[in-house]
């Protein structure tokens, strides 16, 4: 064999040596969770809840569909689209200043930091702590809903806002400015095409999220379908919370389907 | 001022470009779609029974408890600090569980890999009807089969982590260059082997991305999970909410805060150097 | 040897890609596909190791029927095949030798392969791999940093250390230079005549085919409308297959 290929293969680099160090370390980790994590064993009526549950989502009673009387399923499944809907909207309103207020390429960047720490300030607090701060304002109902939604929703929107406007392409204001537009001008040829929609884009991808996050609301009774899910769970009605998440299950699968589309038509400009 | 403002964006008029040629915009689709929306807002508000004049007089109300919490009980951190490092154990341990699964599945349900069309239909179809469960009711349902604890959360983490992944994981497969496993499936290769040689490698960076980024998500969630009893930090600030001893509360929230900011920063730096 | 029995070829749309197509190409022959696009060429190639499934006739390779594989046959009978791509079609974010080894999984068991186990032989071919094609001093870097002929002899490493009975190549330096273009064609006939590996080539420039291959076979609209010796192709036969006389660049990919 020829000397060149040896000394090749001797100087290969040794990447396994780092495989196995990744490896060992993730396994020094799992083991050193194992007190936190501790292992109980399985309910004894585990099975049989998994069961049922899945049974009620797969045996729907459809007759729940029918009743249209307020505080049934289709009025509750309505109400939580409309809580999302507004939620979303007010949500989105508000993180505009935030968004513009941490954007590296608007605001010095001292600003852009204390935008930046505010968001996620408002990121920290979890949706229910907002929720039981709004019931102090409205009591519990969907109005609190909305607000809950509205306020723990302003973080994310207003990231990904930020997020767009930086990714702005400068060259098109300019030239712009070059033709002499004025402010208005700019900010209605150069700016809101660019922006409007990468925004529309967040706003309905938030609203999906927070159709999915109405359960959440629940825990603090602020309205939508959360709530009765939630109690029907805790009573152990497993027919009735399987109907019910169902119901939410394909209002879910519904609204992401036609955003899903939406926001592909947004992205390609069609 | 703001009305002629909104009649530029709504109805904009022609602009004259330099050279002389007038561009006449074409007419934008929010002529009908904000009246549609404004529709939309007004059922809405009657739905959920949205009143401004509740704000407006009780409003003061939402400051009372943040005026609670400040300041908030620094003497609180020695005993927030034992259940913080619970929720990042179950966090990491949910997380790598979650993806490590996520891959098999992803492999599953990539359209540039599987060509039987109905097992890739089915398959997604049953894993998107997954995926609209809420976090919060996988922790219920962890929470009747494991039992109260941070176990039940683990678990909620991992199912959660690996449903989410997975979509992540297969649409970003679907953009790989496929030339490369083309040219290890003509040596004679399986589709796992070629995979695994070939797309796996292009991925792999992304993938380490969406395992960090998940374990931000999932240290925040992690709140929600106490609420239902799934152990960690929330546990904790359920508690303390309860008892409304809100510079507490505000205690284990800058925990939080601090907890996530050490985590995008660190996750930041790792990005960084695999890019 | 490879054999071509009436083989018909066609896609979605009644797309007919080979009409009928029948010839024989002993081992160890070097021959070049020419043709307009669209004529076949690519077919002709991806059907011998099975890439594309033709729809009728029969393609015979070292006296089994490829047609009929399936499976694990199939995948058994393309380790005797190399493949060459116009677009190397390499991983570009790995390194080469790894790239080299990839041929080498299909005859791995599975676990040895998901973890990456190559033994010191398999290492060592590879390594001799990419010395026959002259860029053994390139094994560890990675191949996103490689130039295109750099990148075509990687992947010509890569069949090689498959230690196959024929290599197929699918346009493989219509990418590059014609300086390049040469020394990789150059180093295609240096593994054709060591190895007595046969080599069959879709060629887009006519007078590298000329110069290379020993033999040439004219496909037009999915028929074999000229099969001899390189020298033999006149510019009559070039007509023929092309259907009007050819343009400058066509022929020429040599300059």
């Avoid at chain 1, 020094?28 to 007190?35: E, H, K």
């Avoid at chain 1, 968001?119 to 019931?135: C, D, E, K």
């Avoid at chain 2, 904009?12 to 915009?25: D, F, H, R, T």
Wanted: hydrophobic fraction near 50%; proline fraction near 4%.
């Amino acid at each position: 064999m020829k000397e060149s290929i040896l000394l090749a293969y001797k100087k290969r680099p040794r990447a396994w040596i780092l495989n196995l160090a990744i490896f060992i370390f993730i396994v020094l980790i799992f083991i050193a969770s194992t007190p936190y994590i501790p292992y109980k064993g399985i309910q004894e009526k585990s099975i049989s809840i998994a069961y049922s549950i899945l049974y009620g989502i797969t045996q729907p009673d459809f007759s729940y569909f029918l009743d249209f009387s307020k505080g049934a399923l289709p009025y509750l499944l309505l109400e939580t689209i409309a809580i999302a809907f507004l939620g979303t909207l007010i949500g989105a309103v508000f993180a505009l200043p935030f968004a513009f207020l941490s954007a590296r390429n608007v605001v010095p960047k001292w600003m852009a930091h204390v935008g930046t720490f505010f968001i996620a300030v408002i990121r920290t607090f979890p949706a229910f702590v907002y929720g039981l701060m709004f019931i102090r304002v409205t009591g519990p109902g969907p109005f609190t809903g909305v607000l809950t939604l509205a306020v723990s929703g302003i973080g994310m929107t207003a990231k990904l806002f930020t997020e767009s406007i930086e990714d702005l392409d400068m060259g098109i204001i300019e030239g712009l400015d070059a033709s002499g537009c004025t402010t208005i001008q700019k900010i209605r040829y150069g700016i809101i095409p660019q922006l409007m929609s990468n925004f529309l884009s967040t706003t309905i991808y938030r609203f999906e999220i927070n159709v999915k996050n109405a359960s959440i609301l629940g825990l603090v009774g602020a309205g939508g379908i959360g709530y009765p899910i939630l109690a029907a769970m805790g009573a152990y009605r497993w027919k009735d919370a399987g109907t019910l998440l169902f119901g939410l299950i394909v209002v879910i699968l519904i609204i992401d389907y036609f955003s899903g589309r939406l926001r592909k038509k947004l992205a390609t400009g069609q | 001022m703001m009305v002629a403002w909104f009649k530029e964006v709504i109805f904009p008029s022609p602009l004259e470009l330099a050279n002389g040629k007038i561009v006449k915009p074409k007419r934008s689709p929010m002529v009908y779609v904000l009246p549609i929306i404004f529709v939309l807002i007004l059922i809405s508000m009657e739905i959920t029974g949205f009143d401004f004049m509740v704000l407006v007089n009780r409003g003061y109300q939402f400051f009372v408890i943040i005026g609670r919490m400040i300041p908030p009980d620094l003497g609180f951190i020695p005993k927030v600090i034992q259940p913080m490092i619970e929720t990042i154990m179950m966090s990491i341990v949910g997380t790598l569980v979650g993806a490590f699964f996520a891959l098999p599945l992803a492999f599953l349900s990539s359209d540039n890999i599987i060509k039987n069309k109905i097992f890739l239909w089915v398959n997604r179809f049953v894993f998107s009807i997954f995926r609209t469960l809420p976090i919060l009711i996988i922790a219920l349902l962890a929470k009747y089969v494991f039992g109260l604890g941070s176990f039940a959360g683990t678990v909620a983490i991992a199912l959660f982590t690996w449903l989410i992944m997975t979509k992540m994981l297969y649409e970003l497969i679907e953009t790989v260059d496929m030339g490369p496993f083309e040219a290890v499936e003509s040596s004679g290769a399986g589709r796992l082997k070629a995979f695994w040689v070939s797309i796996l490698p292009q991925i792999l960076g992304q993938f380490i991305s969406f395992i960090l980024y998940n374990f931000e998500m999932n240290v925040r969630s992690a709140s929600i999970l106490g609420y239902v009893g799934a152990g960690g930090i929330g546990l904790l600030l359920n508690e303390k909410l309860g008892w409304r001893q809100y510079d507490k509360v505000s205690t284990i929230l800058l925990t939080l805060l601090v907890t996530v900011y050490a985590i995008e920063t660190l996750s930041r730096a790792i990005r960084k150097k695999l890019s | 040897m490879i054999e071509f029995k009436n083989v018909v070829k066609t896609y979605p749309g009644n797309v007919k890609a080979l009409q009928g197509v029948s010839c024989q190409i002993q081992q160890g022959e070097f021959v070049a596909i020419i043709g307009l696009s669209g004529a076949g060429k690519s077919t002709f190639i991806r059907c011998i190791n099975q890439m594309h499934t033709i729809t009728s006739g029969e393609i015979i390779v070292n006296d089994e029927n490829v047609t009929a594989l399936k499976g694990n046959d199939l995948r058994h009978f393309r380790r005797k095949i190399g493949m060459v791509f116009q677009s190397f079609n390499l991983v570009k974010r790995t390194t080469v030798i790894k790239n080299v080894l990839t041929a080498r999984v299909a005859d791995m068991s599975l676990w040895k392969s998901l973890l990456g186990l190559y033994t010191k032989e398999d290492k060592i071919l590879a390594l001799t791999a990419l010395d026959n094609v002259g860029i053994l001093d390139k094994a560890y870097l990675r191949a996103d940093t490689l130039s295109g002929g750099q990148a075509q002899r990687v992947a010509l490493a890569r069949c090689l250390a498959q230690k196959p009975d024929i290599i197929l190549a699918d346009e493989p330096v219509a990418s590059l230079d014609p300086l390049t273009s040469q020394q990789v064609m150059e180093d295609f006939v240096k593994i054709n005549k060591e190895f007595n590996i046969t080599v069959v080539a879709n060629m887009h420039h006519v007078d590298i085919a000329q110069k290379y291959a020993q033999r040439i076979i004219g496909i037009k609209a999915g028929k074999i409308v000229f099969d001899g010796p390189s020298q033999s192709l006149t510019n009559d036969d070039l007509t023929n297959i092309y259907g009007r006389s050819l343009q400058h660049d066509e022929i020429k990919g040599l300059e």
